[in-house]
């Protein structure tokens, strides 16, 4: 529980002004203090020798779906702690809301809802009083409280679960449970720490339905983190985190442009042909049918391989880059993996647009 009168869970570090304050600078970003955003500026954390996070900077726009998209041990949490007040950062500044959440902590918490990586409900409460306690910590007036509570378990489907034990729930609705928690007070910003993990795919989508929804009938910031790539592909925003570094924050069309790979998939006419596109282009590889796959370096490129090879060649498609080649021009791996070597790379870029093709 989140709360902006609570004292900090034991074992986290004690969250105290740094220094003598003045203006943050905060390169990069538009507006350092907006309302309903977040501004994050070199922020570092390392626990013993592990470096969580190495100067992450980023900017959330107010009423932005904003993804924070990176494998396990990326840093994900650990940032989202650092931006709802819960742990503090060794280097850096960051505003939640327009407020510093070292020196106005209990200002920045008391906008923010955070539905964390963890369950974190009573298991041994009802639904009803699962958000109507957190409703009171909150200081949300009785009638006000009732209406929400009411509102945000229509929002996730589960109004007549109200009086039902928690423990009782399948962890795809405890997960909807604590959506709802997390909107019972005025919040200008949601943060979900892997909302969908660990659910099935129906529970999944029914999950980013409801943030859609949030979003379109809510005036709401929504943060979430998750290492489902398929899952960012209709937010505003993406941040792909690594190893505690940001490697690269854009909408998903601008990533797909800048990073994703283009793929060339061909199927040669004879053996010989098959040995001379191998043997010219290192990267290429084959498929399970047998066909070439071939990265795009540019535009040209498709030109000139036809200009030499299209007589000797039966079919061709073009596969449009994905997200998941977003990734893994960007780590050098899958989101889930070890490091390819360059023809497993064009493979993998190949097996991940599959649906395009197949
Ligand atoms: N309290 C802690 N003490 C020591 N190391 C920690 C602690 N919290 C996180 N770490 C380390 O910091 C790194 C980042 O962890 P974090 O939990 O932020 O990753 P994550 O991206 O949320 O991963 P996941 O997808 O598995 O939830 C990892 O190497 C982790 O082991
Ligand atoms: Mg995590």
Known sequence: MLSPQSRFPSGEEELRPRGAGGRHHLPGSRQPAV?????????????GRTLALDKVSLTVQPGQLFALLGPNGAGKTTLVRILTTLLR???????????D?????????????VVFQEPSLDDRLTVGENLDFHGRVYG???????????????LVELTDQHDRLVRTLSSGMKR???????????????FMDEPTVGLDVQSRARIWDYIARLRDERDLTVVVTTHYIEEVAGCDRVCIIDQGKVLAADTPAALRRRYGQVLLRVTPRDEETRA?????????????QGSIILPVPEEGFVDRFLARFGPHIITMHLDEATLESVFLSLTGREIRERAPSPR???????????EHTR
């Open 35 to 47: 309302k309903g955003g977040i501004v994050a500026c070199d922020v570092g954390k390392r626990f």
């Open 89 to 99: 950062a060794d280097s850096g500044t960051v505003l939640v809301d327009g407020k």
């Open 101 to 113: 959440v070292v020196k106005q902590a209990q200002a920045a918490r008391a906008s923010i809802g």
């Open 140 to 154: 949300v007036p009785g009638p006000l409280r009732r209406k929400r509570i009411h509102q945000m378990l229509d």
């Open 176 to 190: 909807r449970v604590e959506i709802a928690r997390a909107l019972i007070h005025d919040t200008a910003i949601l």
């Open 276 to 288: 001379q596109i191998l043997a010219l282009v290192p990267d290429a590889a084959l498929d399970s």
């Open 344 to 354: 497993e790379r064009t493979y993998a870029f190949a097996q991940q647009g599959g």
